[in-house]
């Protein structure tokens, strides 16, 4: 995390040198001073070694060469802007991940450009006023590393990185960071019209198959669509065991696909109890972010289990796998490949995300040869949202219990989850055989900000 002079100082100092008729490079002077104070703003809450530790830097890079494509210049803040100004986000959170992205970036390439920029600002012009401001308030910082850098700068930007700084400087300036999203959580309430919503792909083939399942039921009152999926899963030869486990454990549990890496993993225990077979899912949840200030508060459950009486086919068929091993216990865990197919070294994150899209494309195979009219894609997801819509038809699980289920610190995100409240409800066997949910910490409701005292010492449970 970057520490520094206060941002009142940066700002004073940008006016101070600023005059009536600036020049361009005394305005990205001025500029740069404000620009800088925004990315040390930036990297108030992560640093970014934490967001290259996690892999969302990665992500941050992808984001912004999609946008590079759609700018003339190859320059992802010209084309953010853009479309900004014409309105052009599908919704409000696209545009609120493209503008993190950006806005992280553009703050590294500040933090590291500034220091060169001044030094070569001040080798050109030693007897300027805005110089001797600007000597001062470096003298005055308490950023040692900001002063290393600037001491030790030799050169001046060459010109793609003095255009690529220039870019940074002008999106910083326009677009402030919001590391708190604060900015973000009052405009949801008051969404513009000019967002067009799209709708979730995973809720769109959830109704599809939830609409195929009740037309098959005027012939068949006992049809299911996860159990006419998990029949083509067995029969599926290039489907081996361990893709199995990791599909059932998806139906059963609604767990997210790269909860199955490496860095996670879902240990499933055995734990009959008086003759009945149950199953013990131990899940370490995959989005978890810590509380860093009185405004953002933790993100996700650490971990969670869910325990459940074996009364689906694919339960009794998980038990029978664990048993047949001579265990009592089984860690679905799966490993990405260190390398691309060119040799190349790929990052924990892409590694995560290939591991999720193989699993995808194995889970899609099998539906097209099971629904082989189905219009929409069947993905890990659908089964998450198949589960979420289960617990809530069932009806003896409160918001708090099955936001835990999903591994979620909040109720708000419940509404996301599930799929049509048209339909005719219709209870799920796979939701009445749970006989147990918990999670590490307590839930937060949606009208609530902080859980009370009582809470904090619980957790939440069936």
């Not at 967002?195 to 809720?203: E, H, L, M, T, V």
Request: proline share 5%; net charge positive.
């Amino acid at each position: 995390m970057v520490t520094g002079f206060p941002m009142k100082s940066q700002k004073d100092a940008a006016a101070a040198i600023a005059v009536r008729n600036p020049t361009p490079s005394e305005r990205l002077l001025s500029n740069s001073l404000i620009a800088y104070a925004f990315a040390q703003e930036a990297n108030r809450l992560y640093a970014p070694e934490d967001l290259i530790a996690s892999g969302t830097w990665q992500k941050y890079e992808v984001r912004a060469a999609a946008l590079a494509k759609k700018s003339p210049r190859d320059n992802p803040y010209e084309a953010f802007l853009r479309i900004d100004r014409a309105g052009g986000w599908e919704t409000v959170n696209t545009r609120q991940a493209h503008r993190s992205a950006l806005v992280r970036l553009a703050a590294q390439s500040v933090i590291e450009g500034a220091p060169r920029f001044w030094k070569h600002y001040i080798s050109q012009k030693p007897t300027e006023k805005a110089t001797l401001q600007l000597n001062e308030l470096l003298r005055k910082s308490v950023d040692s590393a900001l002063v290393a850098r600037f001491v030790a700068a030799q050169r001046p930007l060459n010109k793609t990185e003095f255009d690529s700084f220039r870019s940074a400087v002008a999106f910083l300036v326009a677009q402030p960071p919001d590391p708190s999203h604060q900015a973000l959580r009052k405009y949801k309430f008051d969404r513009s019209a000019k967002f067009r919503r799209k709708p979730n792909a995973q809720i769109a083939s959830l109704r599809a198959l939830n609409q195929h399942q009740d037309r098959k039921r005027k012939s068949d009152p006992t049809y299911c669509w996860l159990d006419t999926y998990w029949r083509f899963v067995l029969a599926d030869d290039n489907t081996g065991d361990l893709q199995r486990a990791m599909i059932a454990t998806l139906i059963l549990t609604g767990s997210r696909p790269v909860e199955f890496s490496c860095r996670f993993g879902i240990e499933v225990s055995l734990a009959d109890v008086d003759a009945e077979k149950r199953l013990t899912f131990k899940i370490h949840g995959a989005k978890t972010a810590t509380k860093k200030e009185l405004s953002v508060e933790a993100k996700g459950q650490a971990i969670r289990q869910i325990t459940l009486g074996c009364h689906s086919p694919e339960a009794h068929w998980l038990h029978r796998h664990i048993s047949r091993s001579g265990e009592n216990n089984l860690v679905l865990r799966q490993a990405g490949a260190p390398y691309s197919s060119s040799g190349k070294v790929l990052s924990i994150a892409e590694q995560e995300r290939l591991l999720t899209n193989s699993l995808g494309k194995r889970i899609k195979k099998i539906a097209s040869r099971a629904f082989p009219r189905l219009k929409h894609n069947v993905t890990p997801y659908v089964f998450r949202h198949a589960f979420a819509d289960a617990l809530r038809t069932e009806g003896r699980f409160d918001e708090q219990v099955r936001a835990a289920a999903l591994g979620q610190q909040s109720t708000r995100t419940l509404g996301h989850y599930g799929g049509s409240n048209r339909r005719k409800k219709t209870q799920s066997v796979r939701s009445r055989q749970i006989v147990c949910i918990e999670a590490s910490s307590p839930v937060r409701e949606y009208s609530r900000s902080f859980p009370n005292d009582d809470e904090t010492n619980s957790r939440p449970r069936l």
